[in-house]
C-alpha cells in the first residue's frame, strides 16, 4: 500500500511539473498566434506627480529608466508650462505628444498598447545623436531594462519581436541623423563616462534602410524586427556609429521658431513598443514601413545581349550568358529567360555537361540585408532561383551546381570612368555561368 500511495504521489509531482512547464512555455511563447505585449514605454512614470522640470538631464526622474552616460537624455513634461522643457514651445522645438486620433495602430495593437486611448500622454523624452567636432562625444542615451512586476525579466530566445517606437527632429536641430538606433544588451549600462555607446554585431537595429529622419512637423515611426538572444536586459536607444559613420543633413531652422539653433542633432522620442510575433506581417508597423522597400533603391536593370561567336568554345559562350537583375529582385526578366533558355538547350545538347550558376548582388543590398530578413543572401536566392527554373525545364538537379559571392566581386562590364555608381550597382547584381565539366 505504501509503494502504491508513493508511486501516485510521484506520479502527481511529475503531472503538476509538466503542467508548470507548459503553463510557462504558454507565457513565453503566446497562444498560437496571439499577440503579447513586451514593452510599453511611453515616459510616464515619474518618481513625483507632474514635476516641475527646469533642467537638462530630467530622464532621471523617472523611476523605471536608467542614466546611460554621465550626459543624461532630456524629458518633457506638460506640468512644465513655460519652461525650457515644456510640452509645446521649448528650448528645443515645438513638439506636443501624440494624440491617440493619430495612433497609427491597429485594433489588436490598441488593445494591447492604448486602450485607454491616451496616445502620447503627458511626457517625452529628447536625446542628442550627433554633434561635430571636438564636442562628438556628447550625446545622450535612453535605457530602459526589461522589467515585470519590478522584476528583471529576459527577451525569450529564438522568439521575433516586433519594435516600434516614434520620433520627431527638434526644431532647434542644425543637423539631422541616420544611425537612429535600438541596442538589446545583455547588461544595463548605467552612468558609463561621456561617449559613443559601441554597437553590438546581431543585437542593433536600425529603421530597414537606416534613413535619415528629417521631419519637423509630427511624429515618424521608426519599425524594426528582432530575433532575441535569450540574454538581453534592456534596450538602448540612441547613435551607435562614430561620427565618421554617420550620414548628416544640415536643416534650415523652420520660420515659426523663434529660439537659436543649436549645433546638434536632437530627437524627441516616445511610446516604445515591443510585442512578441511568430511572422513578420504580425509586425504592422514594420509591415507597412518596408512595403515598398525596392522603390527606396534604384530601379534600373542593366541588359547586354551575350557576344558570341563561331570562334569561341562552348564553355566561353556559356559563360558570356550574364543574367541582371533589378534591387532586391530574383525574378525573371524577358532577357534573362532567353539567357536561361540558352543553358538549357546546350545542356539538352550535351548530357556530359554540368554548370555552376553563380550569384551576385550589390553592396546596397548587403546593407538593407542587416535589417531585412529577405534580402540576406541575395546572390544565392538569384542563382537557386535560376536552379529551380532550370531544373523545371528537365535539367537533373544533379548537373547544377550553386554558388554565391556576394558583393565581393565587381562585374568586369562596370567603367569606372563613365559608369555612375548606380550603373555600377546595377551591373553588379547578376547570375553568371562556368562550365564545371564536359
Known sequence: MKIKTTILALAACLALIISLDSTANAQRKGKGDKLKAFLNEGFEKTIEEDPQISEAGGINLLS?????????????NRASEGGDFAVGLSLYGDETPIEASTEKLDEADKKLFDSEGKGGGNNFAGIITYKPGKLDKERSYITIPFMSDKKPIKMTKGMMYCVEYSISLAESSKYATNNIGLLFSKEVINDAPIGHVAKEAGRTLTNYNNKVYNNFYGWDKVCATYEAKGDEQCLIIGNFEMNTDTKTEVMKKPKTFENPVIPQAYYFIDNIRIKEVTTKEQCKCYQADTANIEDSYSALIYDKTPEINDKMTNAQKIAAQVAYYGFGKKSMTPSSKDIFN???????????????????????????????????????????????????QGIAEDRLTVSSTGAKVNSSEIDNEYDDEETKEAKNRRVMFKVVTN
Open 64 to 76: 523605471n529608466i536608467k542614466q546611460t552616460t554621465e550626459l543624461p537624455a532630456d524629458l518633457f
Open 342 to 392: 540558352y543553358i538549357i538547350q546546350q545542356m539538352n545538347a550535351n548530357p556530359a555537361l554540368n554548370i555552376e550558376i553563380e550569384g551576385h548582388n550589390d553592396v546596397k543590398e548587403d546593407q538593407v540585408a542587416e535589417q531585412n530578413q529577405e534580402f540576406q543572401n541575395m546572390a544565392r536566392q538569384r542563382a537557386e532561383a535560376v536552379k529551380k527554373y532550370l531544373v523545371g
